[in-house]
């Protein structure tokens, strides 16, 4: 099983980043796949969520309105579209794979805000 993250970067506030997760090893079709969040000193938070047929969607407060969560169960890859970017986005971001009791976590990527 992998999930790799991609898309990551340093960008200035107000600014725009589309993040990529890569699946491979499990039904990615069947899976729900959600992109968390930790920045340093704080506890790891969901970000977005989205189910496996893509008829449903969820965020933090934190985000409504400025992410948006998609994902092509053709491709096995799920993105997080981030506009209007703040300094208190940056974190590293990290892909998640549940369905059931089945968690799978990718290794994060840096998403750093700064002017």
């Known amino acids: 099983v992998q999930l790799v993250e991609s898309g990551g970067g340093l960008v200035q506030p107000e600014g725009s980043l589309r993040l990529s997760c890569s699946a491979s090893?499990?039904?990615?079709?069947?899976?729900?796949m959600s992109w968390y969040r930790q920045a340093p000193g704080k506890e790891r938070e969901l970000v977005a969520r989205?189910?496996?047929?893509?008829?449903?969607?969820n965020y933090a407060d934190s985000v409504k309105g400025r992410f948006t969560i998609s994902r092509d169960n053709a491709k096995n890859t799920v993105y997080l579209q981030m506009n209007s970017l703040k300094f208190e986005d940056t974190a590293v971001y990290v892909c998640?794979?549940?369905?059931?009791?089945?968690?799978?976590w990718g290794q994060g990527t840096q998403v750093t805000i700064s002017s």
């Open positions: 998640n794979a549940a369905l059931g009791f089945r968690r799978f």
């Open positions: 090893g499990f039904t990615f079709s069947s899976y729900v």
């Open positions: 989205i189910n496996s047929d893509s008829s449903n969607t």
